[in-house]
Nanobody
């Protein structure tokens, strides 16, 4: 069972950068599609980015495309989210999630993910 643990959140000024990490204690980590979601106060959890097991196929929300980059290191059981040019509207709790049976039609739907981390707060000040 994958148990994601996020790290790397914090407070940053608009235009700055952060890199989130998500470590998973599971030997079969490389079989999972990994996703990043975020949730701001009073809002529904929304898709940010996802990466297939091979690391060669990635997906992004339109709101972060060109600013965020997802990657993974299967040897380290870790997925990363590099966030550049951060905006105040990026402020949210960011969650890492694992999907064992991912499909293109559901990869952006948080309900399709099986395992979730506790989240890490990202705050972007203006």
């Amino acid at each position: 069972q994958v148990q994601p643990v996020e790290s790397g959140g914090g407070l940053v000024q608009a235009g700055g950068s952060l890199r989130l990490s998500c470590a998973a204690s599971e030997r079969t980590f490389s079989r999972y599609t990994m996703g990043w979601f975020r949730q701001a106060p009073g809002k529904e959890r929304e898709f940010v980015s996802a990466i297939r097991w091979s690391g060669t196929t990635t997906y992004y929300a339109d709101s972060v495309k060109g600013r965020f980059t997802i990657s993974r290191d299967n040897a380290k059981n870790t997925v990363y989210l590099q966030m550049n040019s951060l905006k105040p509207e990026d402020t949210a709790v960011y969650y890492c999630a694992a999907d064992a049976y991912s499909r293109d039609s559901t990869i952006r739907n948080y309900r399709s993910y099986d395992y979730w981390g506790q989240g890490t707060q990202v705050t972007v000040s203006s």
